[in-house]
């Protein structure tokens, strides 16, 4: 989402998170993985590559992650039993979907980017799986939680909590502190997520300034706001660095464009939001769109049909049709490039 950090991971963060992540999904040698990540990419690396090399999983690789016909029919030859991928991904795949080719899966977690309703309910509803959403990111090697069921006997099949992220895996320790003045919060409040373990990174590349201000007494600060319940589970609201101050309010750009999605329907990412200057309210969100079928002004009403407060929602004019959404090479919006067109909306 910007320019490269080189964030710098140990042997003991990769072995940290490899053994979080087995006990948290009770694999066995009996399980076979799909390799169908890009290993350039931590996730990948560590789920795809390091935990099947270390822990003597098996694993069928896909040379491209984007060839859903591959993907589905390496599933089904080699009766794979877990697969991650992101929600992206996942859409691409169901479009390739024959009934069936998916009976081997007993877990599939996705990552990467923010899991909408209406995605998990269509892969439920082809392949009668539950899609369990995890979350992480590079610095902390790179998986914190995944919204596994609290049984065993469940796993793979239900969520331990709907809308929620889950709750740290084995080894992890998450706070949620006051944004301002890191302050530890009480349950169900949404603040800022700092993590500790044997998962947090040695540091960015010879970039000292930013690892300390990245560090606080050994907990990462992620830059996500997120609260927690009394029970553990975590629920993302959005990063730090996707929140626009509108006339003093924080609004979070992932959940008007998640709601715009689920609106659309649409089996590829088509919706982006960014943000630009306002010279009367501080900042205005702008909506970038790539589809024929979005009409600003009835989007407008069913966001107001779903209670959404009038200051998440943006101005008719405010919505900007583009050929396509800039991605990166991980399948991630490039939100440098929509905030860099969003800016010649300042007013």
């Not at 409040?189 to 947090?200: E, H, I, Q, R, S």
Request: glycine share 8%.
């Amino acid at each position: 989402t910007g320019i490269p950090k080189g964030v710098m991971l140990t042997h003991r963060n990769i072995n940290s998170n490899i053994q979080s992540f087995g006990r948290a999904i009770k694999w066995s040698t009996d399980d076979i993985l799909l390799g169908n990540l890009p290993l350039f990419h931590a996730f990948g690396f560590c789920v795809c590559f390091a935990f099947p090399a270390v822990e003597g999983v098996h694993v069928s690789f896909i040379l491209n992650p984007l060839d859903a016909q591959l993907v589905c029919n390496c599933v089904e030859k080699d009766k794979c039993t877990i697969m991650v991928a992101t929600p992206t991904f996942l859409q691409n795949y169901m479009r390739k979907y024959k009934e069936g080719q998916f009976k081997s899966l007993r877990l599939v977690v996705t990552g990467a980017e923010k899991l909408r309703h209406d995605i998990a309910d269509k892969f439920k509803e082809l392949t009668g799986l539950e899609v369990i959403e995890g979350f992480g990111c590079t610095e902390l090697s790179p998986i914190v939680c995944i919204n596994l069921a609290q049984s065993i006997l469940h796993l793979g099949k239900e969520y331990g909590k709907k809308g929620s992220i889950g709750a740290p895996m084995p080894g992890i320790h998450v706070k949620i502190v006051d944004p301002d003045t890191l302050e530890e919060l009480p349950p169900n409040t949404p603040g800022l997520m700092l993590v500790k373990g044997g998962l947090v990174m040695k540091g960015y590349w010879k970039d000292e300034e930013n690892t300390r201000k990245a560090m606080k007494d050994g907990f990462y600060i992620t830059g996500d706001i997120v609260s927690m319940d009394e029970m553990g589970y975590l629920t993302i609201t959005g990063r730090l660095s996707r929140f626009s101050k509108i006339a003093g309010e924080m609004v979070p750009h992932e959940m008007v464009e998640m709601a715009i999605n689920e609106e659309l329907k649409a089996e590829t990412r088509v919706v982006s939001v960014s943000s630009c200057e306002d010279s009367k309210r501080g900042e205005r969100l702008i909506v970038f769109y790539a589809v024929d079928n979005l009409n600003p002004a009835e989007m407008i009403e069913k966001l107001r049909e779903r209670n959404m407060p009038n200051i998440w929602i943006p101005k008719a004019d405010d919505f900007v049709k583009i050929d396509t959404i800039p991605l990166l090479g991980s399948g991630k919006v490039d939100l440098q490039t929509l905030k860099k067109a969003a800016a010649a909306y300042s007013k």
